[in-house]
C-alpha cells in the first residue's frame, strides 16, 4: 500500500451518494442468482464485467435494473450492504447514508419489507461489528410518476422513525425535480430530510427547481451548476453540500478523462463538495478509488483530501455531537499523519 492509499484509507469518512443495489459485485449477483434460482444473462463473472461498459447513465440503468433482479429475501439485501459495509470500513469509512430503490423491487413483486429489514439488519450488525453508523435514505424513481413515488412513500410508513431521508434517481433528463414536488413536500411534512440527483445529466434548471421547489438538503452530482455562474455563487454561499461521484462521471462519460474532472473549480468556487462511489460495482471503484482519482487526476493535495472528507461529515445528516466527534477525528489524524 503506497504512502497515499494509507492516507486516503486512514482519513475519517462519510460516504453520502451510495447506490446499495450499485454495489452489487458480480460474485455475489452470481451467488444470489444459484440461491434464489434467477436467471441472468452472463455465462460468468468476466462476462459481467465485460458488461458494464457505458455511453451515458441509460446504457447503465438498463443493466443496474437487470442485476438487482436477483435480490429476492431480506437476507439477499442483508448480504448485499453487508459486503458494501465491510468494503467501506476498510477504505475508512465511519459513517455511510445509502440509498435503496425500493421499486426496483416491489415492481418484481418482493414486499417492501424484505428490503427495508434487510438492510437495518445489516446496518445494525455494521454498527456493531464495524463501529459504523448507517442511515437509510429512500429513493424515488424519476422514470415512474410521482403517483407511484406516493405509493411508495405509503409503504415505508411503519419504518419512516428509521429512514433519514428521501431522494430521487434514475434517469434524469425529461424527469425534472418538479414532477415530483408534492411526494417531497409529503415526505418533507413526515420529517425526512431531502437530497436529490440533479445536474449529473440534467441541465443547471434542475438544479435551481432542486432548491427552489424541492427546498432540498443536499444535491447528488450537480455537476453541471457550474454552468451557470450565478447558480454555482448561490450554492456556495448557503453551503449547499454536492455529492460528488468522479469515477461515475468518468464511467457514465460525464466527463471524457478525470483530469477534466471539475473537483478543484468546485473547491476553488468554495462548493461544499464531497466524494463518493455511486455505484463502485459497476463504476470500477469505491470511495478511496475516487479520493485516490483525484489526486492523480487534478493533482489535489492531502489539505483538499482532509477539506473533502470535513465536508462528508458537515454535511451528512448526523446530529451535531456526531459531526463534531468525527471532525476531531479528522483533526487527530492529521495531527499523526503530519
Ligand atoms: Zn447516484
Not at 279 to 298: K, L, M, T
Request: proline share 4%; net charge negative.
Amino acid at each position: 500500500m503506497t504512502d497515499l492509499d494509507a492516507f486516503i484509507k486512514g482519513l475519517p469518512k462519510a460516504e453520502l451518494h451510495l447506490h446499495i443495489e450499485g454495489s452489487l459485485e458480480p460474485e455475489l449477483m452470481f451467488e444470489l442468482a444459484r440461491r434464489n434460482g434467477v436467471a441472468i444473462p452472463y455465462a460468468s463473472v468476466e462476462d459481467v464485467r465485460a458488461a458494464y461498459d457505458f455511453s451515458n447513465l441509460q446504457d447503465f440503468l438498463d443493466i443496474y435494473y437487470a442485476g438487482a433482479s436477483v435480490l429476492v429475501t431480506r437476507a439477499d439485501f442483508h448480504d448485499l450492504a453487508m459486503a458494501y459495509f465491510r468494503r467501506a470500513a476498510a477504505d475508512g469509512v465511519v459513517h455511510a447514508e445509502i440509498m435503496f430503490d425500493p421499486q426496483t423491487h416491489t415492481d418484481r413483486g418482493i414486499a417492501f419489507e424484505e428490503v427495508i429489514e434487510g438492510l437495518l439488519s445489516a446496518a445494525e450488525e455494521a454498527r456493531e461489528t464495524l463501529g459504523m453508523s448507517v442511515q437509510l435514505i429512500l429513493s424515488f424513481l424519476r422514470h415512474l410518476s410521482e403517483e407511484e413515488a406516493f405509493a411508495t412513500l405509503a409503504m415505508a410508513e411503519p419504518w419512516l422513525d428509521r429512514i433519514t431521508a428521501a431522494g430521487l434517481d434514475s434517469s434524469e433528463v425529461g424527469h425534472p425535480p418538479v414532477k415530483f414536488a408534492g411526494v417531497f413536500a409529503a415526505a418533507r411534512e413526515k420529517g425526512l430530510k431531502i437530497t436529490v440527483h440533479a445536474g449529473e445529466e440534467g441541465p443547471p434548471e434542475y438544479v435551481y427547481q432542486a432548491l427552489d421547489l424541492l427546498e432540498v438538503d443536499r444535491i447528488d452530482h450537480g455537476n453541471r451548476a457550474l454552468e451557470d455562474a450565478a447558480l454555482t455563487q448561490r450554492l456556495a454561499e448557503m453551503g449547499m453540500t454536492l455529492t460528488v461521484c468522479p469515477l461515475s462521471n468518468l464511467k457514465l462519460c460525464v466527463i471524457d478523462d478525470i483530469a477534466s474532472h471539475p473537483i478543484d473549480a468546485m473547491l476553488k468556487a468554495g462548493l461544499k463538495a464531497t466524494l463518493n462511489a455511486d455505484d463502485p460495482a459497476y463504476f470500477g471503484g469505491y470511495i478511496a478509488d475516487n479520493y485516490r482519482a483525484v489526486v492523480e487526476g487534478r493533482g489535489l493535495t492531502r489539505a483538499d483530501l482532509a477539506t473533502l472528507a470535513r465536508n462528508s461529515f458537515t454535511g451528512s445528516f448526523l446530529p451535531p455531537d456526531a459531526v463534531a466527534r468525527h471532525l476531531a477525528a479528522i483533526d487527530a489524524f492529521l495531527e499523526e499523519n503530519a
